[in-house]
């Protein structure tokens, strides 16, 4: 009791000084009326039992968990955005005339995935946290992939809205649940490596979708399958996500503590790993105190704004990449074929990027790098003659390093964002955001500005110089503010807390967080 005391003592006393510099006093009186060890991180209960690890174990016990939790976050998510990116060829297969679409109606199936999305975003970020992640991750994959198949059965555009639209309230969960998986199984130099990973396999799904894609449409056109081969695409990615689902639900462990492929010492060592994080591994109290805390902190608004502003493009060229390669001059068997080599520019630049990111600590520079590229890109489609179609393809190609700004700031959500009910509070809105800016890109692509779609293009070209000033904007931010707690550490009036990394504090109340930029 006497400990359990003196440790809530101490607590007072950092936070105390902690809001005087975070000009957030009133959170944080709040903070200090609620907060105590059980409240804590669910690891608390190990901290006990943690002890040094060695070098040759930690680097044992990272090869463990890479070999078990890395290629079901991979193939998962490259299936996600398989699944997303298949209306896109089968834009191309039949579905639209078959479907009877006219007009618009194309695009607003690439827009209301992303209402199901959105009205579906806070609320699984709320169920990751209250539930066990992984069993409910794995329930969403299973859901979506059944979801998915039943486009095939779709004879008009109601049909095909409906279906999309609760493919995306399921397809919600799996972002926010992978970063929440990266926080609590990697240290924070690792997370962005890691990010890069499994969200670079929306690059090899794309290889993979365009090479399927590409074989399914010579059949269909050679009239070798009984079915449609739009409708051959639906039911064969549905089925795979549907069996990944069921994978995941018997092998994803929903946190370390629980780890079936851990010895109880590996556990331990797992979670002492991540100590430095100041991030446990996950709190089933929802706090609305770190609510009102991620509503006011300057750095959230910075995430949504780049979210919002970054997938305007990404909505419009995800949805309309086949018709955009075709009105380069290609076929449309040739357009399916040619997208693919655009995941492997997205795989490497994520992969590099991300890594040397992690490196030298510098991934929201090295996040701006490849945003210039996809911008050089796009300048290069909107800018190079019909004639030279080569160059306006390879223009593509070159657009697609656009995504790892965006899986910086995700990899961010997850390093820079401490105090569990905060974490998924700021996940959620950076999704919603998200999921706002792919409702508007589909809509910037009309029908009557087809085969160049010049307003489209301007319209990407200013994104995406404003994302790589926000990019550097959110890098600015995060270096004053270490170099501020750099000087408030050495102090007198600092004080350590024992065992504060597990009690579930926010990085606003945390003086030993340090922000990675």
């Known amino acids: 009791m006497a400990d359990t005391m003196n440790e809530k003592k101490d607590l007072e006393k950092t936070t105390r000084v902690g809001f005087v510099d975070h000009r957030l006093a009133e959170q944080y009186e709040h903070a200090r009326a609620h907060m105590n060890t059980e409240d804590a991180d669910e690891a608390l209960k190990l901290a006990a039992e943690l002890t040094e690890i060695t070098p040759e174990e930690e680097a044992s016990l990272v090869r463990k968990i890479d070999w078990h939790i ?38 607003w199936l690439g827009s209301i995935f992303y209402f199901g999305y959105l009205v579906w975003e806070y609320p699984t970020n709320r169920l990751l946290q209250r539930l066990p992640l992984a069993k409910y991750t794995a329930f969403n994959i299973m859901v979506w992939g059944g979801i998915l198949a039943l486009m095939a059965a779709t004879k008009d555009f109601a049909g095909l809205a409906v279906v999309r639209f609760f493919l995306g309230v399921f397809e919600a969960s799996v972002s926010p649940g992978f970063a929440l998986f ?11 490596g890691r990010t890069g990973i499994w969200f670079s396999f929306n690059g090899f799904a794309q290889i993979f979708g365009g090479l399927v894609a590409y074989g399914i449409g010579k059949a269909d056109a050679a009239g070798q399958l009984r ?131 992690d490196k ?38 070159f657009t697609q390093a656009s995504a790892t700004g965006f899986v910086v700031l995700l990899s961010l959500v997850s390093s820079n964002v401490a105090g569990y009910t905060k974490k998924t509070t700021v ?30 293009l301007i319209t990407i070209v200013v994104c995406w110089i404003i994302c790589i000033i ?48």
Not at 72 to 96: A, E, H, N, R
Not at 182 to 192: A, M
Request: charged residues 15%.
């Open 182 to 192: 990266t926080s609590q199984w990697y240290k924070v130099s690792e997370q962005g």
């Open 360 to 397: 030298f600590n510098m991934r929201l520079f090295f996040g701006a790098c490849s945003e210039a590229i996809s911008l050089l890109g796009i300048l290069l489609v909107y800018a190079l003659p019909d004639e030279l179609k080569v160059g306006r393809l390879i223009g593509y190609y």
């Open 427 to 456: 996940s959620a809105l950076y999704l919603i955001a998200y999921c706002v800016g792919n409702l508007i890109g589909p809509q910037v692509f009309q029908a009557k500005d087809a085969p160049r779609y010049t307003p489209a």
């Open 227 to 357: 079915l449609e081969g739009w409708k051959v695409i639906f039911v064969l990615t549905g089925l795979m996500t549907f069996s990944m689902g069921i994978v995941c639900w018997f092998f994803m462990p929903d946190s370390p503590l629980t780890a079936y492929f851990l010895t109880p010492r590996e556990r331990a060592m797992a979670i002492q790993r991540i100590r430095k994080n100041n991030q446990g591994v996950g709190n089933k109290h929802f706090k609305w105190y770190q609510v009102k805390e991620a509503l006011s902190d300057p750095k959230t608004w910075l995430f949504v704004a780049y979210s919002l502003i970054a997938d305007i493009p990404n909505g419009g060229i995800s949805n309309y990449f086949s018709i955009l390669i075709e009105s380069f001059g290609y076929t449309s068997l040739q357009s399916l074929l040619y997208g693919a080599p655009g995941g492997a520019i997205e795989v490497v630049t994520l992969i590099g990027f991300l890594w040397l990111g």
């Open 70 to 107: 890395l290629p079901l976050l991979c193939v998962v998510y490259g299936l996600q955005y398989l699944d997303k990116t298949t209306l896109s060829y089968s834009s191309i297969m039949g579905i639209q005339t078959q479907n009877h679409l006219v007009g618009q109606d194309y695009s």
């Open 470 to 517: 926000l990019l550097l904007v959110i890098w600015w931010v995060n270096v004053r503010e270490n170099r501020r707690r750099d000087a408030f550490r050495d102090s007198p009036e600092y004080v350590h807390m024992k065992n504060q990394e597990f009690l579930d504090l926010t990085d606003g109340e945390n003086m030993d967080f340090r922000y990675r930029s």
